[in-house]
């Protein structure tokens, strides 16, 4: 699917092509919620379309068996269920890319170019970011690697630098509620906020409008400020979060303090008060990180509640905490 944050870097790519230099590895990345893996498809399809049509013609032999997910030509290469354990990886490892190494190297079936999708290529671990560099240095006939990446920073600077690099960026705030507003039935305001709570991204904002979560959201935020006014206790607010989900509690949070933060800073709060809001944000990024393991959310959730309601900042939060 094209969205409109995607003209930038698809006007990137088809200047390439219509050079005929397109490079043996692309790197698609920026936040996520704006579709890198949607466009990194596009862009896969169009380079193994027979007519080279933008976005691949949809009717040609290899966009049809591209449609029906069985390319020859083609690999997608992301997490694998792990044989011994019954569960999804949640890394790329070293006998997967050795594998995609192996069909890069065989004769294509039909056209003249092979391609494979690497995602989320920074969750390689090292051995397969070295395998895949060797690739990266000496390429394979002409085959083209996209690797998509939520953050780049995490791939290995060997390999970034053997990449050519389209960048996508959040649409600004306007141009992104102006797009929710014409996919969706919401309203201005819902728009915003689940803009708010996603940080900026359009997709995941869409997301948040079809179900509980933006009042959940909202729910959050107001707990928030009634916790720092006072008017609730912090097991009261625990309470009535354990139902939210934890994943998006730890960022909503997260975000409250980067809000406030910014806020303080704008009215000049001092150092320690902005050093514990500092503090208790990246404590609730590195939650967020625990979600998936084995440790009480119920506990962690209410330590930092805990330490939200006993912040050493007497500034307003912003209009979105609606805290006096």
Same mark, same amino acid.
């Given at each position: ?7 930038? #870097?698809?006007?990137?790519?088809? !200047? ?45 032999? $290899? ?8 390319? #020859? ?53 090292? $051995?397969? !970011? ?39 960026? +959040? #649409? ?14 919401? $309203? ?8 708010? @709570? ?10 948040? +409008? ?31 979060? $354990? ?48 979600? @998936? ?22 500034? #307003? ?6 805290? !006096?």
């Amino acid at each position: 699917m094209m969205y409109p944050w995607h003209k930038e #870097p698809r006007g990137m790519f088809e !200047a390439y092509l219509g050079e005929d230099r397109v490079p043996h590895a692309l790197l698609l990345h920026g936040p996520s919620g704006l579709g890198k893996l949607d466009l990194a498809r596009s862009i896969a399809r169009e380079l193994l379309c027979l007519e080279q049509a933008s976005g691949g013609c949809g009717e040609c032999r $290899s966009c049809t068996v591209f449609a029906g997910g069985a390319h #020859p030509d083609f690999r997608y290469i992301t997490f694998e269920i792990n044989s011994k354990t019954g569960k999804l990886r949640d890394v790329i490892i070293v006998p997967q890319i050795r594998a995609l190494i192996e069909t890069l190297y065989k004769t294509t079936t039909i056209g003249d170019r092979k391609v494979a999708i690497v995602y989320p290529a920074e969750r390689m671990n090292h $051995s397969a !970011a070295n395998a895949l560099l060797k690739t990266l240095e000496e390429p394979a006939g002409n085959t083209v690697l996209i690797l998509v990446a939520h953050d780049a920073g995490r791939l290995p600077a060997t390999v970034r630098s053997r990449c050519q690099r389209l960048m996508l960026r +959040l #649409p600004s705030r306007p141009e992104a509620i102006e797009w929710l507003s014409q996919v969706s039935d919401a $309203s201005e305001n819902d728009a915003d906020d689940a803009l708010t @709570a996603a940080a900026g991204s359009p997709l995941d904002a869409l997301a948040m +409008l079809d179900g509980d979560a933006l009042e959940n959201y909202r729910g959050t935020v107001k707990l928030l400020a009634m916790l720092r006014r006072g008017v609730t206790s912090d097991g009261k607010a625990l309470a009535a979060m $354990s139902d939210f989900d934890d994943e998006s509690v730890w960022t909503w949070l997260s975000l409250c303090c980067a809000r406030l933060l910014r806020n303080a800073l704008e009215r000049g709060a001092s150092g320690a008060q902005l050093q514990a809001l500092a503090d208790l944000q990246r404590q609730a990024d590195r939650n967020r990180m625990l979600t @998936a393991t084995t440790v009480r959310q119920d506990f962690l959730l209410r330590d930092w509640l805990i330490q939200w309601k006993d912040l050493p900042v007497t500034l #307003p939060l912003d209009q979105n905490t609606q805290e !006096a």
